[in-house]
């Protein structure tokens, strides 16, 4: 199994990245998943290349302490967006690598022809790699699903255009682009992806629990994992992983849930503005409560908050008999 992996200086130890995730992977969490370890990589939210480059380094988007890292900028572009200006500003946050968004089938991202809408023009896609690598000396890398439809040779052809363009890492989400999460990610077709490719290839979709972190990379044989809702059900999922799978000794054994959690709106506080921290607490909180039986009933208390401080007391009063 893999231990790392290399991107020219930079080195992603354990290979356990934490997915882009719009409202979840901002400074808050990204630093809770670091402060509890396992993580090798983190990612932010997408971000659209025409706001970047005016964004307010202290809007949640951007919001970042000098711990974060290695941090890559995932972009989503457009059809026709001009990329240059989000990447100079990218250069200017000190980001360790640029993603591009080539697998996110939400409508919005439809209409404006990015995400995986953006994969079905392999001519705009190969152009924007081109530019994007011409643009940046940092470690590039996409996002992708598996596609409309399971064909291998139509996904091995569109992966092997994005590494001869200059990828430097490819991470599949192992289901088709119209598949609910609810369904069993394709595993098995992710190591279709990684036997084909030279680059390092990162797997996605479905993990939860350390038998599903090592199922996965039996059945991908991928260089590393990246977790997305796992994160906020688990924020302790990476050190888990971590120790379980690359023999890493993690600082504390199994992290009181209780505390993660007001952690965790500890950073809320710190992180953001007032208005800007409960409806990320009722996010993340959405998925929090999954890990534990009666969990919902922390989910819904929360969800009809309408302020922080009635949140904090609702916590107070649930956390310990739900999680303890
Ligand atoms: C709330 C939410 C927001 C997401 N936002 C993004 C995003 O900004 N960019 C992206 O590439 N994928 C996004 N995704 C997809 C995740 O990165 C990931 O591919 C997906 O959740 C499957 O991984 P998981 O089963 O570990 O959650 C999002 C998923 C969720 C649940």
New binding site residues.
């Given amino acids: 199994m893999n231990q790392q992996i290399v991107l020219g200086d930079l080195v992603l130890s354990p290979p356990l990245a934490m997915?882009?995730?719009?409202?979840?992977s901002h400074s808050a969490l990204r630093t809770l998943v670091l402060e509890l370890g396992g993580v090798g990589l983190l990612f932010t939210?997408?971000l659209s290349v025409k706001r970047l480059p005016s964004e307010s380094e202290l809007s949640p988007f951007l919001m970042r302490s000098p711990e974060e890292r290695p941090l890559f900028y995932?972009l989503v572009v457009g059809r026709d967006q001009e990329v240059l200006p989000a990447v100079e500003r990218l250069h200017k946050l000190d980001a360790q690598g640029i993603d591009l968004?080539l697998?996110?089938p939400a409508p919005k991202l439809k209409q404006l022809g990015a995400g995986c809408a953006l994969r079905s023009d392999v001519d705009a896609v190969r152009r924007l790699v081109r530019e994007l690598r011409r643009a940046t000396s940092l470690p590039l890398s996409a996002?992708i699903r598996l596609g409309r439809n399971l064909d291998e040779v139509a996904l091995l052809e569109f992966c092997r255009m994005l590494e001869g363009e200059g990828l430097d890492l490819l991470t599949v989400?192992g289901r088709l682009d119209g598949e609910k999460?609810c369904r069993r990610p394709h595993w098995d077709w992710i190591g279709k992806v990684k036997a084909g490719l030279g680059i390092p290839v990162i797997a996605?979709?479905?993990?939860f629990t350390v038998q599903d972190a090592r199922a996965c990379l039996e059945q991908s044989g991928a260089d590393g994992l990246m977790?997305?809702?796992?994160a906020a059900c688990k924020p302790w999922i990476f050190a888990e992983i971590a120790r379980e799978l690359y023999g890493v000794v993690q600082p504390s054994a199994a992290p009181d849930p209780a505390q993660v959690y007001f952690r965790f709106i500890e950073l809320l506080h710190e992180r953001f503005r007032p208005e800007r921290r409960l409806g990320r607490l009722k996010q993340f909180t959405h998925l929090f409560g999954i890990g534990f039986p009666f969990g919902h009933h922390l989910a819904i208390a929360i969800q009809n908050c309408t302020t922080m401080g009635e949140a904090e007391q609702q916590a107070e009063l649930l956390l310990e008999r739900i999680v303890g």
Avoid at 204 to 207: F, V
Avoid at 227 to 230: T, Y
Wanted: one cysteine or more; charged letters at 15%.
């Fill in positions: 997915a882009p995730m719009v409202g979840l939210e997408m995932q968004n697998g996110c996002k989400h999460f996605n979709g479905g993990i977790i997305g809702r796992g």
